[in-house]
């Protein structure tokens, strides 16, 4: 450990017991003594605890310290402690002092003096700044300039305007710093023809650097206030683009409204890469009065121009920018109307969202489905009855582009009436949208929380390779226990490998679908299904009864998005309807379920359905819901042993074998096998294989290891065959046969 | 006859404005940027952090970085070498003395900066005086004087300057920011923002034990403490071994409030304020200490992850619900699933009305052409570090504090108004 410089004495002087808390003894206490700082100054202390004296000292130094603080100014090691504790100390004797070290101190010492004496805005200390202006010593030349600047009084300017022009180039900067300073404080005292003379000095240096062009300028608009406003037009109509970017700048900083309609009046007149930064400008200053003068240059100008016309309005926010923005949304240019579609979608405005809404009930068909497909963009959740109103309009694009919007936006309230729509539909590229908008809301407002969870295994650590956790039970226990998310962290799994970022792996089952997910550590994991609101199922079921036959095909489909038991039970009502057309796709959506509890049903018409149509709709079905269903291996491998002697066509047979890849077990493997012979299914076979050898490599390496030696004898799949070596490797025994 | 620098901001032609308007496919084939339209970019002090920095700066197409500048040997040739290896050649220039480096490159546009905290705000300046633009690490300023002197010099001079509290260019925290203003979690009443949970407020005083100092050409030790008060070398500092120090750290309420008061006062929207009271807590890490903006709403530091995740983390509180993001998590939290149904669009329309990419460093590029001011400019960088100095002063003092944001000064308090400033070790000032 190191040992530390600490001085008993300075700590005896300034530490106060009672002031003393665990973790900062060695802190300074809140109450200070100065007499014992001043003894330590006048003492024969080392340098720290001095240097530490006068750091305290700066916090609580009255006149009383001055002396002993003025005789360490010419002290080489101690001078800018001094100043540290004079500096901010508003004692007059502290500026006095200063000023006596002035000539009696040289080099570095002298420059911290003088920037000392300029931090204090010294005005006594001006002439004998002024006089350092020619130092030889060109630190202690310019910190005299900058500090003149700082202290800013009309003698101080008039010090710095006789000395910056003669100023040698190494100093050049420093000098003009200083005139800047000098005419910032000038015009903040109210004193601007002198600040104006400051800078009008400036901007006649030739050559002066572009950052004090630009300075002066800025200075001199900013100073005559909207008076500047010629200067300022003039400097963005001109091509020096120092000057330019220098009136830009100014521009922004420019208090009052003149300047924005100054540059609006403007805009339309310049060379347009200055009309690009003069409409950041008119960004930047959120004033609606330049909004005409943006939509004038977004509609004609050049074509950066325009996508900066446009892109200044989302920041102004004003809704006096809606109308202007639609037409340009049907702009020939497509980067022209992109831009214009970004920007309304962005513009925060009421006033935005009530034109939109104006122009639902007014304008041509064009106009009114534009407008709806902003207050979608713009989720604009009040105008929902309008939206409602707009899908019953008389043109065919406003309905399907409302209904469009209410499938993005709409919530439980307006479910009813969007069945409703769907009933009435009057195309069938209506009723496709009304069917596409019922089954976002009900995938939307869906809840989670539903659905059967199986968790299969979890893992959490430096995935893949690195040391982690089998956390299983700990998930289990979880979602046992009410939750449906897990959170992937410390706090829940311990931490298995210290210091490094974890990933946590899950495979796990909803309604016997199984699912994995792999996420970093401190995301979170939701585990749980979504069950559709049963009023979404109850409404929909009601309207079957009086549908229209399109519309209750479409209501049979959006039944199969929302699913759940009442849903398949008006499914399965369907399939003995009398209407051919209702009875054949209720067929279809039957076998086409996504969960298990319809597997009775399907596997009943895969075994005694006479429609060879349905009898592969349900085969399909049948395999496809095998491994998903909640059951035994055993029960698993007998269906599908069962469903694959049933199918004669190759496309069923590579369903069955992809079936068989999501059961692990030996007898799938048992089962897959032989179809590495087959000449038209030993790809699929060989994938099935490797799927399931990965899972069971390391419980039944001898079974998994004859069947991947078949594999990669068998397969022309390099990926299949790659996959298949890795895990023969793994699973140890005799390489395969070289073919 | 136009400049190169004159041409970067108005020039005609699709590539003078690029990032900022036009698309990158306009600019031609691959996004590539002609030689002479390039932004001309030199480094200080980049190291760890400044590293990555670098790492993030050299694949932007329209940057070339020319130069680097560091007063200890090894550091500079490390960023040279990673620079030289990135381009395929030897041209990145290596220069010691930080007032040379500035003076002599007169072609350089824009400063890149990750010096120690002590330097941040003095180099910035000296760099906005050479007129250069800068992007600078963080904490950006020791003091509160610096920082007004930052804000000062930026507009001086016509600069455009980002600091690095890259986290008001993330997604994530844009959304919790656009979520506290719109108005969609209600009236907000609280923020929460983390502090770094490693250091304390308090920080050392002693100087660590002198060690030789080494030749001048390895490490300038003066250089090196810059405006700090001089003490004697000890490799320790030079390793990072600063931290801490009061002459060089900005205690645990910097290190991480430099980042998430800026964030918390985004989403207040306050970023041209300070909070007007800072309520001294009887700890030695600031945990829990409650400051006050002057519309009531309170801003609240917080050391553990009671409010967050993972780490650098703000929350925003209000009458509907909360938001908070951090790092170490791949999504805001938030109270209901429900708040974050619209997160991409929020996002989008935050990048539509600023015209601010999710990137920092490609924010102080575009604006760097388009003379806009950054999301992280000098009042925002400002306003964020006093609200950590006055933090800092209020836990030094141990009492509670009053604060005019206005007039930059604590009500009725002499010795907390003189700790506002540092003064400055010649020739190191501003």
Redesign the interface.
Same mark, same amino acid.
């Given at each position: 450990m190191?040992?530390?410089?600490?001085s008993a004495t300075l700590l005896a002087a300034l530490l106060l017991p009672a002031?003393a808390?665990?973790?900062?003894e060695?802190?300074?206490p809140?109450k200070l003594d100065e007499a014992k700082l001043i003894a330590v100054l006048k003492s024969d202390a080392p340098q720290?605890e001095k240097?530490?004296a006068c750091?305290l000292l700066?916090?609580?130094a009255t006149k009383e310290a001055v002396p002993a603080l003025a005789a360490l100014l010419a002290d080489e090691?101690l001078s800018?402690?001094a100043?540290?504790a004079?500096?901010?100390?508003?004692d007059p004797s502290a500026a006095e002092a200063l000023r006596a070290a002035l000539g009696k101190v040289k080099g570095?010492?002298?420059? %911290?003096v003088v920037?000392?004496l300029g931090?204090r805005r010294d005005a006594k200390a001006i002439d004998a700044l002024a006089k350092l202006l020619t130092d030889a010593d060109t630190?202690v030349a310019q910190?005299a300039a900058?500090a003149l600047g700082s202290i800013g009084t009309a003698e101080a300017a008039t010090a710095l305007e006789a000395a910056v022009a003669k100023a040698p180039a190494?100093r050049q900067?420093a000098f003009c710093?200083g005139l800047?300073?000098a005419a910032?404080a000038l015009a903040a005292a109210g004193k601007k023809d002198l600040a104006l003379g400051a800078y009008d000095i400036l901007r006649a240096l030739k050559p002066a !650097?572009?950052?004090?062009r630009?300075?002066a300028l800025?200075?001199v608009i900013l100073t005559r206030g909207d008076e500047g406003l010629p200067l300022l037009l003039e400097a963005v109509r001109g091509?020096?683009?120092?000057l330019?970017?220098?009136a830009?700048?100014a521009a922004?900083?420019l208090p009052g409204p003149a300047v924005v309609k100054a540059l609006a009046d403007e805009l339309g007149k310049l !060379?347009?890469?200055?009309q690009?930064?003069v409409t950041?400008v008119l960004?930047?200053r959120a004033d609606a009065a330049a909004v005409p003068a943006l939509l004038a240059l977004a509609k004609k100008g050049e074509a950066?121009a325009r996508?900066?016309a446009i892109?200044a309005l !989302?920041?102004i %926010?004003s809704g006096t920018a809606a109308q202007g923005l639609l037409e340009l949304m049907s702009d020939a240019d497509a980067?022209v109307a992109a831009a214009a579609r970004?920007?309304l979608?962005?513009?925060?405005s009421a006033e935005v969202d009530a034109a939109l809404a104006a122009m639902l009930t007014g304008g041509d068909a064009k106009t009114r489905a534009a407008a709806i497909e902003m207050l979608g963009?713009r989720?604009v959740l009040g105008a929902m009855p309008a939206l409602l109103k707009a899908a019953g309009d008389a043109d065919e694009a406003v309905r399907i582009a409302s209904i469009k919007c209410l499938g993005q936006s709409a919530g439980a309230a307006e479910f009813p009436a969007l069945v409703g729509l769907l009933c009435k539909a009057k195309s069938a590229p209506e009723l496709q949208a009304a069917e596409a908008a019922l089954s976002a809301v009900c995938q939307r407002e869906s809840l989670?929380g539903g659905g059967a969870v199986v968790i299969l295994k979890a893992v959490y650590g430096a995935l893949p390779d690195g040391p982690s956790a089998d956390v299983t039970k700990k998930v289990a226990e979880l979602m046992k226990g009410g939750a449906t998310s897990v959170?992937a962290?410390n706090a829940n799994f311990g931490d298995p490998c210290n210091g490094i970022a974890k990933k946590f792996r899950i495979e796990f089952s909803v309604n016997g679908v199984p699912q994995t997910k792999t996420?970093?550590?401190?995301?979170?994991v939701t585990l749980a299904g979504r069950i559709t609101p049963p009023e979404f199922v109850d409404t929909m079921c009601a309207a079957m009864a009086n549908a229209p036959t399109p519309a209750k095909l479409a209501l049979m489909r959006a039944l199969r998005s929302a699913g759940g038991p009442k849903a398949l039970d008006a499914i399965r009502k369907a399939t003995a309807d009398a209407d051919d057309e209702i009875k054949n796709v209720a067929l279809s959506v039957l076998c086409d379920w996504p969960t298990p509890d319809a597997l009775p049903d399907i596997t009943k018409l895969a075994k005694t359905s006479k429609d060879a149509r349905v009898k592969i709709l349900s085969l399909r079905g049948w395999l496809r819901l095998i491994p998903l269903q909640e059951a035994t291996v055993e029960e698993k491998l007998a269906a599908l042993k069962e469903a694959m002697g049933m199918a004669e066509r190759p496309e069923e047979k590579r369903l069955a074998l992809a079936a068989s890849s999501a059961i692990p077990a030996v007898e799938s493997l048992a089962l897959v096998v032989p179809y590495l012979s087959d000449k038209g299914l030993k790809e699929e076979a060989g994938a099935a294989v490797v799927a399931i050898a990965e899972k069971l490599v390391g419980s039944r390496p001898a079974e998994v290891g004859n069947a991947l030696r078949k594999v990669v004898e068998e397969t022309t799949n390099a990926q299949t065959a790659k996959r298949a070596k890795t895990l023969l490797r793994q699973a140890g025994g005799p390489p395969p046969k070289k073919r | 006859m136009r400049t190169r620098r004159e041409f970067l901001t108005t020039a005609a032609g699709a590539a003078a404005l690029a990032p900022a308007v036009i698309r990158s496919t306009a600019l031609g084939k691959d996004g590539a940027v002609a030689p002479n339209d390039r932004i001309i970019a030199g480094g200080i002090g980049l190291r760890g952090r400044g590293m990555g920095d670098l790492g993030w700066m050299l694949p932007e197409k329209d940057v070339q970085f020319v130069a680097i500048c560091d007063a200890q040997r090894s550091a500079r040739e490390n960023a040279k070498k990673f620079v030289d290896q990135r381009y395929g050649n030897t041209d990145c220039k290596a220069y010691p003395e930080v007032r040379e480096f500035l003076a002599e490159r007169t072609d350089i546009d824009a400063i890149l900066m990750a010096t120690g905290d002590r330097w941040h705000a003095l180099m910035s300046i000296w760099a906005m005086r050479a007129g250069k633009d800068v992007y600078t690490e963080k904490p950006s300023c020791m003091t509160i004087a610096e920082g007004q002197a930052v804000v000062a010099t930026a507009k001086r001079f016509g600069r455009v300057y980002q600091t690095g509290t890259q986290r008001l260019s993330e997604g994530n925290h844009v959304f919790c920011f656009e979520m506290a203003k719109s108005g969609r979690l209600g009236k907000v009443h609280t923020a929460y923002a983390h502090i770094a949970p490693w250091d304390d407020a308090y920080m050392r005083h002693e100087w660590l034990p002198a060690q030789p100092e080494p030749p001048k050409e390895e490490v300038d030790w003066d250089a090196w403490l810059g405006p700090c008060p001089w003490r004697p070398f000890n490799a320790s500092y030079i390793r990072g071994g600063w931290r801490g120090h009061y002459d060089f750290h900005t205690s645990c309420i910097g290190e991480w409030g430099a980042h998430t008061f800026a964030q918390a006062q985004a989403g207040l929207d306050m970023v041209h304020t300070s909070p007007v009271e800072y309520e001294y807590v009887n700890n030695t890490t600031a945990d829990g200490m409650v400051t006050h903006f002057a519309n009531g709403v309170k801003l609240i530091l917080s050391r553990g992850n009671k409010y967050w995740h993972g780490s650098c983390g703000e929350r925003f509180d209000g009458e509907k619900g909360w938001v908070a993001a951090a790092d170490g998590y791949s999504k805001p939290d938030v109270s209901s699933p429900a708040l974050m149904a619209d997160f991409r669009k929020i996002v989008r329309d935050y990048m539509a009305r600023t015209q601010r990419p999710m990137n920092h460093m490609r924010n102080l590029l575009d604006c760097v052409r388009s003379r806009r001011l950054t999301v992280a400019n000098p009042e925002v960088m400002y306003r964020s570090m006093t609200t950590v100095h006055a933090a800092n002063i209020c836990m030094w003092l141990k009492r509670s504090l009053k604060f005019d944001p206005v007039k930059a000064e604590f009500v009725n308090d002499d010795e907390a108004n003189r700790l506002r400033s540092r003064a400055m070790r010649a020739p190191y000032t501003y």
């Open positions: 190191l040992k530390l410089l600490k002031a808390l665990a973790g900062e060695a802190q300074p809140a720290f240097a530490e750091r700066q916090r609580c090691k800018h402690m100043r540290y004079l500096e901010p100390l508003t570095r010492l002298l420059a %911290g920037t000392s931090v630190d910190a900058r190494a900067v710093e800047l300073r910032e !650097p572009q950052q004090v630009m300075g800025r200075g091509n020096d683009g120092i330019v970017r220098a830009t700048r922004m900083e !060379p347009a890469e200055n690009i930064l950041f960004g930047k950066a996508l900066a892109r !989302p920041e %926010g980067d970004d920007a979608t962005a513009l925060e963009q989720r989670p959170d962290s996420v970093n550590e401190n995301d979170t | -």
